[in-house]
T-cell receptor, first 110, second 115 residues
Framework: DAKTTQPTSMDCAEGRAANLPCNHS???????VYWYRQIHSQGPQYIIH???NNETNEMASLIITEDRKSSTLILPHATLRDTAVYYC???????????FGAGTTVTVRA | DVKVTQSSRYLVKRTGEKVFLECVQD?????MFWYRQDPGLGLRLIYF???????EKGDIPEGYSVSREKKERFSLILESASTNQTSMYLC??????????????FGPGTRLTVL
């Protein structure tokens, strides 16, 4: 699986958009970008995934650059409940295994 | 909503004890997984199962076994618990789909302490 690089931490004001970057410069053609998050003392939660087109669901938007070497997860209106560690993962679609790195600790402040 | 439940949130056991961690999902998922999560090491796959009575080793199966007698239930067994098995254990499930595994749904986790 391609490696990913994320900032260690970031702060966001409540009600504002949170933009979480992820670099995956060694991504291969059949690898998807997945985002999960983990709120303290809970299990991880799936957010969104995509291959090359931008994706949006009720939780977030995923913007993938044209060369697919980086992506941005956008939480459009951050709330205090969005405070969590966010993990960017790159893997082939049929790979059953998830591996999390250190992720980005996002703190949403009132 | 998909629900994955785990038998205990917190568990304290002694070295050498046999430990059972149970996981139940209510969405008729084919795939079920056991992970452990440790600070600095991230999430690591112990075992997974894609069907009843089927199992595959993950990255760190040593010291663990699993059982899947019913589709909705996946058990992790520590035959003789050791202190290095103190960890957060996470169960997950997903559909078995060709082409795109998609999302895994996780339970709340069991924090196991082995004394």
């Amino acid at each position: 699986d391609a490696k990913t690089t994320q900032p260690t931490s970031m702060d966001c004001a409540e009600g504002r958009a949170a933009n979480l970057p992820c670099n995956h410069s060694t991504i291969s053609g059949n690898e998807y970008v997945y985002w999960y998050r983990q709120i303290h003392s809970q299990g991880p939660q799936y957010i969104i995934h995509g291959l090359k087109n931008n994706e949006t669901n009720e939780m977030a938007s995923l913007i993938i650059t044209e060369d697919r070497k980086s992506s941005t997860l956008i939480l459009p209106h951050a709330t205090l409940r969005d405070t969590a560690v966010y993990y960017c993962i790159v893997r082939v679609a049929i790979d059953y295994k998830l591996s999390f790195g250190a992720g980005t600790t996002v703190t949403v402040r009132a | 909503d998909v629900k994955v439940t785990q038998s205990s949130r917190y568990l304290v056991k002694r070295t050498g004890e046999k430990v059972f961690l149970e996981c139940v999902q209510d969405m008729d998922h084919e795939n079920m997984f056991w992970y452990r999560q440790d600070p600095g090491l991230g999430l690591r796959l112990i075992y997974f199962s894609y069907d009843v009575k089927m199992k595959e080793k993950g990255d760190i199966p040593e010291g663990y076994s699993v059982s899947r007698e019913k589709k909705e239930r996946f058990s992790l067994i520590l035959e003789s618990a050791s202190t290095n098995q103190t960890s957060m254990y996470l169960c997950a499930s997903s559909f078995l789909r060709r082409g795109d595994v998609g999302e895994q749904f996780f339970g709340p986790g069991t924090r196991l302490t082995v004394l």
